[in-house]
């Protein structure tokens, strides 16, 4: 029998995009020997192995969170809480205490908890919020969240691994994050909220035109949706990604924009040094 729920179909078909996604990443770290696990990213001082590790910690806490919400709220209030009280970043803890296993430990690790998150956003109540480390997230929010967190850490070993990933449209979840964000991003810089909505106008993967936002708004983000989910992902500098943006608030948007819950990230430098 064919679920009723609107909101249960999109959770659906999301949990989908995150598999195809995973399975994407997967793909590349399968079969590196030993020393490919180690081999540096992008990201200051992250192995391939600790892009891999802070995924499945990311995905530890949210099976947590989703299969038992008191559970998480009274772990963020213990462990997470220690370790920041300790001086201690639990992301950097989380992913430097995954990097130091066997590669094919941590490989099983991060396969088995992914699979653990689909079944519990999957029968989680889809319209009921559950507990993060930022506001509390619908499933569907959550599945969209680790759809882009495993695209944007599968750029950082993509990169360096040498290899160039097709676009495809799964983007579009990340593109809308990443304008459904917006006002996190000004929040996180100590900026007040934009007064007036920002419209994006991306071309697809496929040459077609994704529209996020009023028609009619005066201030209007274009170019290509892989640039976009870059740019808010923080795996590229604005000044390599070919997106215009046209008005103030779209125009200081650009700089600090991002679509994952935290402090800013420092982003990464462009390729022209500057």
């Known amino acids: 029998m064919t679920d009723p729920n609107p909101a249960s179909d999109v959770l659906h078909g999301l949990l989908a995009d995150l598999r195809a996604e995973s399975a994407v990443l997967d ?22 192995a600790h892009q891999i590790a802070h995924l499945a910690w990311t995905d530890d806490w949210t099976a947590l969170a ?8 009274a772990a963020l209030g ?6 920041l009280a300790a001086g201690a970043d639990p992301v950097e803890e989380g992913a430097r205490e995954g990097a130091a296993a066997d ?9 088995t908890g992914r699979t653990e998150v689909q079944a519990a956003l999957a029968a989680a109540p889809a319209d009921v919020r559950l507990p993060w480390f930022g506001p509390p997230m619908k499933p569907a929010s959550m599945a969209t969240a680790r759809l882009m967190e495993t695209w944007a850490h599968g750029q950082d070993v993509a990169d360096a691994l040498g290899t160039t990933r097709e676009p495809t449209a799964r983007l579009r979840h990340i ?8 006002g996190f991003a000004f929040a996180a810089h100590g900026l007040p909220a934009p007064e007036h909505p920002v419209r994006l106008e991306l071309t697809a993967p496929d040459g077609g035109t994704w529209a996020f936002g009023p028609a009619g708004a005066t201030d209007v983000v274009t170019g290509p949706a892989l640039d976009f989910c870059l740019l808010v992902t923080q795996r590229r500098h604005r000044d390599d990604l070919a997106l215009t943006a046209t008005g103030p608030i ?8 991002q679509a994952f819950a935290g402090p800013p990230g420092k982003g990464r430098a462009a390729a022209s040094g500057a």
């Open 27 to 48: 793909a590349l770290v399968a079969g590196l020997p030993a020393d490919g696990w180690s081999g540096s990213t992008p990201a200051e001082g992250w192995t391939v």
């Open 66 to 73: 989703a299969r038992d919400p008191e559970g998480f709220t």
């Open 78 to 83: 213990g462990s997470f809480t220690a370790l």
């Open 103 to 111: 590669p094919a430990v941590l490989l099983t690790r991060w396969r």
């Open 175 to 182: 593109a809308h994050l990443g304008l459904r964000t917006l």
């Open 250 to 257: 779209a125009t200081a948007w650009l700089p600090i924009a």
